[in-house]
């Protein structure tokens, strides 16, 4: 009596190999003010699941501060950046999801 060839036994749901429905976030976006000898943050955008959403919208806040060559003070720049998400830190971000973030940048600039 012959046996049939039986399939190779799937992988544990656990490992690499199974696609997630749920993707962590690991970017961010922050708005600083350089000065020398300080930095501020002036805006922290997050999480961003896909490090080219976070590029796009960094991207599009350096362009809107470099039209408007705004200097908190002297000597000062501003600047946008594409950095890790800190999860412990959540409390901090602003989500960008469905957000206008020029109208965030603006919040942030008045305050």
Avoid: C, E, I
């Avoid at 000065?35 to 955008?45: E, F, I, K, V, Y």
Wanted: aromatic letters at 6%; charged letters at 15%; glycine letters at 6%.
């Amino acid at each position: 009596m012959r046996h049939a060839k039986r399939s190779p036994t799937p992988p544990p749901a656990w490992t690499s190999q199974t696609p997630s429905a749920w993707t962590p976030p690991h970017y961010a976006v922050h708005v600083q003010a350089a000065a020398p000898g300080a930095a501020r943050t002036l805006l922290r955008l997050g999480p961003y699941t896909q490090t080219g959403h976070a590029t796009r919208d960094a991207d599009r806040l350096t362009a809107l501060l470099n039209a408007r060559q705004l200097t908190p003070a002297p000597g000062a720049r501003l600047s946008a950046a594409t950095t890790p998400f800190h999860a412990a830190r959540h409390h901090q971000y602003t989500d960008p999801d469905g957000a206008d973030v020029g109208a965030l940048l603006a919040a942030a600039l008045t305050r």
